[in-house]
């Protein structure tokens, strides 16, 4: 539950990808992006102190992976991201104030941990501008086959004086991956590898 910020609506999209022009060669890649439209209690202000952003986000950083998680559809989360989009009276260090690690690590919890970094995207734009979610391995960064993207748009949102805040999983890798690299078998959970 969200109590320390003022929602104005979620929006989500999900996408089930059987094949990307070859053959269908195993389960389906199901993508999921939920966003959080939210005041921006700084639009319009030069403030030096955004801790009234960073300190409650543990909340939305729980609510936005409960809600992707559910859109996996009981499938295992095995890659995600984090972003958002700044109104154009915002900045977009009032983006990042809302998922530093206090967001970041809520969110894996909520959904069901991860060793690595969580990727991100931040930017200051107008309602409806798109956002690329950038993907990777939950516990390994270094699984190329886990780099994708979820694009995510809200038609009214952000206004001027708001914030989308947005995570992204999936439940695997790119269909047809084959440039190489450590695949998701062999990560060691570190991170990194």
Same mark, same amino acid.
């Given at each position: 539950? %969200? $109590? ?10 999900? $996408? &089930? %990808? @059987? ?13 999921? +992006?939920?966003?959080?439209?939210? /005041?921006?209690?700084? +639009?319009?202000? !030069? #403030? &030096?102190?955004?801790?009234? *952003? ?15 998680? #559910? *859109? *996996?559809?009981? /499938? ?14 915002? &900045? ?15 969110? @894996? !919890? ?7 970094? %969580? ?10 501008? =798109? %956002? !690329? ?19 995510? +748009? ?5 206004? =001027? ?6 995570? #992204?999983? +999936? ?6 991956? /084959? ?6 078998? &062999? ?5 990194? @590898?």
């Amino acid at each position: 539950m %969200i $109590e320390h910020y003022s929602v104005r609506k979620f929006i989500s999209v999900v $996408e &089930e %990808i @059987r094949h990307d022009g070859r053959a269908p060669s195993g389960p389906s890649l199901v993508k999921a +992006a939920v966003g959080v439209v939210l /005041r921006n209690p700084f +639009a319009g202000q !030069d #403030a &030096e102190d955004l801790s009234s *952003l960073i300190a409650p986000s543990a909340e939305l950083g729980t609510e936005l992976g409960r809600r992707a998680t #559910a *859109l *996996l559809g009981g /499938r295992a989360v095995e890659a995600y991201g984090k972003a958002g989009v700044a109104g154009v009276a915002g &900045e977009q260090e009032h983006v990042v104030a809302c998922v530093t690690t206090v967001f970041g690590d809520a969110f @894996r !919890d909520a959904v069901g941990g991860g060793a690595a970094w %969580i990727s991100s995207n931040t930017k200051v734009a107008p309602a409806g501008t =798109p %956002i !690329d979610i950038p993907l990777a391995h939950k516990d390994a960064l270094y699984v190329r086959s886990h780099y994708n993207t979820v694009t995510l +748009a809200c038609p009214d949102g952000p206004r =001027p004086d708001e914030l989308l805040i947005a995570v #992204a999983v +999936a439940t695997g890798g790119r269909p047809h991956h /084959r440039v190489g690299g450590l695949s998701a078998r &062999e990560a060691s959970g570190d991170g990194l @590898r």
